[in-house]
T-cell receptor
Framework: DTEVTQTPKHLVMGMTNKKSLKCEQHMGHRAMYWYKQKAKKPPELMFV???????INESVPSRFSPECPNSSLLNLHLHALQPEDSALYLCASSQEPNYGYTFGSGTRLTVV | GNSVTQMEGPVTLSEEAFLTINCTYTATGYPSLFWYVQYPGEGLQLLLKATKADDKGSNKGFEATYRKETTSFHLEKGSVQVSDSAVYFC???????????FGPGTRLSVLP
């Protein structure tokens, strides 16, 4: 298995909703990442987990809450989002960053 | 800080034309360099990489050579196909392996 699987592919949520994005990889990669990508822009790093511990939080608002239950799973819990949070949320993993990242196909989030 | 600059496009070519997408970087030390491709509605895929000066990365007919003297990593392909239409991101990983920086992306459209 050489894929990163993200679910759901599309999500529409209201500003008072609570939802979660899920990311899964079975490549034994030690690091997992959440990126946010706005239209026609490059991905922006949000969080990095290394060996299941949060190692980087790029000053992301607390309405985004990451969780790494085990070495294969990464969640992003969403609460009280704003319309400007609408974007493509990408998960990635790597065994060694110099080898490059493996990205999932993303969750396209729309906040209404 | 580290940064990546690339031509933003859009670049429009006819099928079988020669492709060059310029990428230059600013970084301390000896970063690793990458090209990622994003097809419509999908996540990013690693296209090729180079980890030291004068290395040439290649994949699927695409090539790029790590030029330290000009701090460049230009992407080339001898004969593009309609299926190459996508957004191409140049990226660097600093020599501490902690900071992955993407360029703004170059949108390529190949016409039949």
């Amino acid at each position: 298995d050489t894929e990163v699987t993200q679910t759901p592919k599309h999500l529409v949520m209201g500003m008072t909703n609570k939802k979660s994005l899920k990311c899964e990889q079975h490549m034994g990669h030690r690091a997992m990442y959440w990126y946010k990508q706005k239209a026609k822009k490059p991905p922006e790093l949000m969080f990095v987990y290394s060996y299941e511990k949060l190692s980087i939080n790029e000053s992301v608002p607390s309405r985004f809450s990451p969780e790494c239950p085990n070495s294969s799973l990464l969640n992003l819990h969403l609460h009280a989002l704003q319309p400007e949070d609408s974007a493509l949320y990408l998960c990635a993993s790597s065994q060694e960053p110099n080898y490059g990242y493996t990205f999932g196909s993303g969750t396209r989030l729309t906040v209404v | 800080g580290n940064s990546v600059t690339q031509m933003e496009g859009p670049v429009t070519l006819s099928e079988e034309a020669f492709l060059t997408i310029n990428c230059t970087y600013t970084a301390t030390g000896y970063p690793s360099l990458f090209w990622y491709v994003q097809y419509p509605g999908e996540g990013l895929q690693l296209l090729l990489k180079a980890t030291k000066a004068d290395d040439k990365g290649s994949n699927k007919g695409f090539e790029a050579t790590y030029r330290k003297e000009t701090t460049s990593f230009h992407l080339e392909k001898g004969s593009v196909q309609v299926s190459d239409s996508a957004v191409y991101f140049c990226a660097l990983l600093d020599n501490y392996g902690q900071n992955f920086v993407f360029g703004p992306g170059t949108r390529l459209s190949v016409l039949p």
